[in-house]
């Protein structure tokens, strides 16, 4: 099947790429408002950007009202990606639901909110790895924000962490997305493979 740009109407198009672009990584981004109101909310639109200034870039979907973490990053230009592990997975999926803007995700979901270093956003303490990030420039792309933030301050749990700055993605365990699912992400191998490898 080819499916061409004047037929995207006829199929459901967010579904078919939501369902190919993937595993997808999660950014939990903590952010905080000029008012001092916490909020801590998934997306799964999430990479990084650049590695020369070191960037991380996400996408905010709009649906109905602005996103809190929108508003939020707006007002004070700092934010914290936290990576979401297996044992986390449930409070991820709490904080993902719409609560009224002024609400604590952190205190809906039981999780403790950290102090960050860089920034004013809070991390999330249980969390393996925390990306303190300053606000680079925020994209319009039709009704999506395109959200680049630098680098500032990097934290990983020492058990997470290996030598030669690695990290452990056994130790990580993290959690991917998929079309309206996750998945663990569990098994690691080389390329290429051998016929051994497949047998």
Not at 85 to 101: G, I, P, T, V, W
Request: proline residues 5%; contains cysteine; hydrophobic residues 35%.
């Amino acid at each position: 099947m080819i499916i061409q740009q004047d037929q995207f109407h006829e199929h459901n198009m967010s579904k078919l790429i939501k369902g190919a672009v993937v595993p997808r990584p999660i950014a939990w981004v903590s952010s905080i408002s000029s008012k001092g109101d916490q909020n801590l909310a998934p997306f799964s639109f999430f990479t990084v950007a650049s590695m020369n200034p070191i960037t991380l870039c996400f996408s905010v979907g709009a649906e109905g009202r602005t996103k809190d973490t929108l508003v939020n990053i707006r007002e004070t230009g700092q934010f914290v990606v936290n990576i979401v592990s297996e044992s986390l997975a449930n409070q991820m999926y709490e904080s993902s639901k719409a609560y009224d803007y002024q609400e604590d995700e952190f205190k809906k979901t039981g999780l403790k909110a950290a102090e960050s270093k860089r920034v004013q956003p809070p991390r999330v303490s249980e969390a393996p790895v925390n990306i303190e990030c300053e606000l680079d420039q925020i994209i319009e792309i039709g009704t999506n924000h395109l959200i680049l933030g630098k680098v500032v301050c990097y934290h990983i749990q020492e058990d997470v962490y290996m030598e030669r700055d690695k990290v452990d993605p056994f130790k990580l365990a993290p959690v991917g997305r998929m079309a309206g699912d996750y998945t663990y992400i569990k098994e690691f191998y080389n390329l290429p493979t051998t016929d051994k490898d497949n047998s």
